[in-house]
């Protein structure tokens, strides 16, 4: 499906591809973790991704659902996996067995309905979580977080035939870890976030701020989104090392937008600051 010129952006080992303008197209994907947050009107680059987390069943988020899951089946891919808010699920397969008939053929999918605190393996090593946001009815954001088991620091000196002979006698040897690679919040108003620590220490957070003047305060209330003040208020109470900023309001061109962050954030935070459509961020890859 033809769609818009996605920003590319290199955070370290990670390229996050999207694009995010309010009320026209959300869809940001992590190719190197498999994942979609949101599809938007489904570009072509996002097809062999096999996992798409929606977090809400806003048109410009969730468009392109039935195109993916029917474009991956012509294409002779396994039918891609989509984790919604569990209130999605039946309107979603409502969706796709009206476009099969229509289409005269059936559409695989592979539907998962997720409630707040939800956890689902994706990978081996890599799992998703979900969590409450507060944008309409059952929105959820959702973790990219990486779990591995480490070994106790008692048994670090021992070898390989010493650690099998613990295991062989029932010994707990190690202990798990979770690493937060990547939070995406969808759309949402303030909240708490920082009390969830994985959100806090998450590497990166991609979050809206569709306001940045306050002018659009009211507009921002009425739609449940981000507005400049309540950003500046939640970046302040995480820990996270790059931020992603997305769904900026058309209202406020990107240059406009780079400015409002650059006036209103320390020096400190807004190097960790990129704005996803701002085609002269220093994070963008060509």
């Known amino acids: 499906m033809a769609s818009h010129n996605l920003a590319k952006i290199k955070l370290e080992d990670l390229e996050i591809i999207g694009y995010s303008v309010a009320g026209e197209e959300t869809v940001i994907a992590i190719p190197q973790l498999d994942v979609c947050f949101d599809i938007g009107k489904e570009p072509d680059q996002i097809i062999s991704i096999n996992n798409v ?13 039935a195109y993916y899951l029917s474009h991956r089946k012509f294409c002779g891919q396994r039918p891609g996996r989509v984790f919604a808010p ?14 099969g008939r229509l289409d005269g053929n059936k559409i695989p999918a592979q539907l998962v309905g997720m409630r707040a605190g939800d956890e689902y393996q994706i990978k081996p090593n890599l799992i998703i979580r979900t969590f409450e946001t507060r944008h309409c009815k059952g929105s959820l954001g959702f973790c990219v977080l990486e779990k591995k088991k480490k070994l106790k620091e008692e048994y670090t000196g021992l070898s390989g035939g010493e650690i099998v002979a613990l295991k062989r006698k029932g010994e707990t040897i190690d202990y798990p870890v979770e690493t937060p690679i990547v939070t995406y919040l969808g759309d949402t108003q303030y909240y708490n976030f920082a009390k969830l620590d994985f959100i806090a220490k998450s590497r990166i957070l991609i979050a809206e701020c569709t306001f940045v ?17 309540e950003f500046l208020r939640l970046l302040g109470e995480l820990d996270n090392q790059y931020i992603v900023v997305t ?39 060509v």
């Open 213 to 229: 003047e306050d002018e659009h305060i009211e507009r921002a209330l009425a739609g449940s989104h981000m507005y400049m003040s």
């Open 53 to 65: 987390l929606l977090t809400h069943g806003h048109m410009d988020h969730a468009a392109g659902i």
């Open 247 to 285: 769904h900026l309001s058309q209202r406020t061109g990107i240059a406009q937008a780079r400015r409002i962050l650059k006036k209103r954030l320390n020096g400190r935070l807004y190097e960790k600051v990129v704005l996803l459509m701002d085609r002269k961020n220093p994070f963008l890859q």
């Open 86 to 99: 569990e209130n999605l699920i039946l309107p979603i397969r409502e969706i796709l067995d009206g476009w």
